[in-house]
Every structure is written in C-alpha cells, then in structure tokens.
C-alpha cells in the first residue's frame, strides 16, 4: 500500500517552547522547511531536479523527545538500499514519432502511381 508522508514542519512548529537568543527569530516564519535526504557513492546519481521516487529504505534509529513547551519532537534516521524508481516532475519533450507506417504507406502509393502511369 503506497501512503504519503508530508515531512513539512514550519518554523513556529520546529522552534516552539525554545528560548532564542539576539537576533532575528526564526520562530516567527510558517515557511515550511524539509527534512534533507543527502546521498554519496560512487555512481553518479542522474537524478532530475525535482519529481517523485520510490526507495527502499532500512530504519537505522529512531527518537521522540518531549520539548520545553510539552510537544513532541520525533526524529528518525534511514538507510537508502535502493532509488527503486524515479519520475521527473519536469515537462518531457514529446518523443519524434515513429514514420514507419507512413513511410511505407508513401512507398505503396508511389508504387501504385508508377503502375497507374505505365499502364
């Protein structure tokens, strides 16, 4: 069963119940921010600059803590066995269609049109 899990979490969320010091607060943006995922190896990776993928991933470590303010922060840590699939959310240039047919179609008629003339 395939499930989607929104890794978003906005600024307010993820510096809740945190005291912070001078400065500018980053605890006052809703502006969403992702986990990263970062990979090394070495194959080149080929990967588009955004779309979907399916991986097949092992659970290394995982941790939930309560926070100052009484929420709960959870944070988990996976090993990436494999990039199973991977679609590009970027427009595809149409594929040059395939002129077999119409090639040999043109070909018939040719040779009909010789056939009319000689006879």
């Not at 969320?13 to 945190?18: E, N, P």
């Not at 990436?80 to 595809?92: F, G, L, R």
Request: net charge negative.
């Amino acid at each position: 069963m395939k499930s989607e899990i929104d890794l978003g979490t906005n600024q307010k969320d993820r510096f809740a119940g945190m005291e912070m010091g001078p400065g500018p607060n980053p605890a006052g943006s809703d502006r969403k921010e992702y986990p990263r995922l970062n990979l090394s190896g070495l194959k080149k990776f080929g990967l588009p600059d955004s779309g979907t993928m399916e991986i097949k991933f092992r659970k290394v470590s995982e941790s939930n803590s309560t926070r100052g303010d009484g929420s709960e922060w959870h944070e988990c840590s996976l090993e990436v066995q494999c990039i199973c699939e991977v679609e590009s959310a970027e427009p595809k240039a149409p594929a040059k269609s395939d002129t077999s047919a119409a090639d040999a179609l043109d070909t018939l008629a040719k040779a009909l049109q010789k056939e009319k003339e000689t006879d």
